[in-house]
């Protein structure tokens, strides 16, 4: 049996996540986030006093980690050392520390190897920076969600603060261009559209209408 693939790429606060949780309610699908899993080696550097742009330190972490995805109800959920870190993971040190650990191909392959054999055995709908170009090429379908950086960081500072977490506009901000940046601008699977993927800006649109949108695409109308 085939299973099917949805790929949804951009950066921070384009959308995807939200999107990416829409449709695999909508379709039965397995949503993978593979930014947690990013973020679940950083938090580890960061347990482990190990700086996130030592790829030396990094190469070893990862030969010893104890990283584990569970798949529950179509969802995932991300356990470091036995504890289940999903609320863990969502601090701006860590989504830094994702960012710069995504940099180094031994923590990228470990993890795409994990990626992919959850896409062989399920129906995903999988965000991320890399998917459509590099996690899964021949995905049935490709998105690309783009958004301008004010609004972008307006989204992410919402949705922090409804998780309770402390932080500005400013410091959300310079998050997201840092990790823009860094995304970008890395030189193993870096964060671009993929040539046939469908690119949909969101910065003026609601959440229905850039989910009626992709469901358009899907359906064929």
């Known amino acids: 049996m085939k299973y099917k693939s949805i790929a949804i790429d951009g950066p921070a606060g384009s959308g995807k996540s939200l999107m990416a949780k829409m449709l695999s309610e909508q379709k039965g699908y397995t949503y ?3 930014g947690a899993m990013y973020r679940t080696v950083a938090l580890k550097a960061i347990r482990s006093n190990i ?3 030592d790829g030396k330190k990094l190469e070893e972490l990862i030969k010893n980690i104890d990283i584990k995805l569970v798949i529950e109800n179509n969802r995932q959920h991300m356990y470091l050392d036995n504890e289940c870190v999903d609320s863990l993971i969502r601090t701006n040190e860590v989504s830094k520390g994702a960012s710069d650990v995504s940099k180094f191909p031994p923590v990228r392959l470990f993890l795409v190897d994990m990626q992919r054999q959850v896409a062989k055995n399920h129906n995903v709908v999988m965000e991320g920076r890399d ?3 590099y996690v899964l090429p021949d995905a049935d379908f490709k998105f690309f969600l783009t958004a301008n950086n004010e609004k ?3 989204r992410r500072l919402l949705q922090m603060q409804k998780d309770g977490k402390d932080t500005t506009y400013e410091e959300v901000l310079a998050d997201i261009v840092y990790r823009d940046k860094q995304d970008s601008g890395r030189d193993f699977a870096p ?4 040539d046939d993927a469908i690119e949909i800006d969101t910065s003026e ?3 229905d209408e850039v989910f009626n949108t992709l469901l358009r695409y899907l359906n064929g109308k």
């Open 32 to 34: 993978l986030d593979t």
């Open 191 to 194: 964060l671009k559209k993929a």
């Open 152 to 154: 972008r960081a307006q």
């Open 51 to 53: 700086d996130t742009l």
């Open 205 to 207: 649109m609601g959440i």
């Open 131 to 133: 998917i459509g170009t």
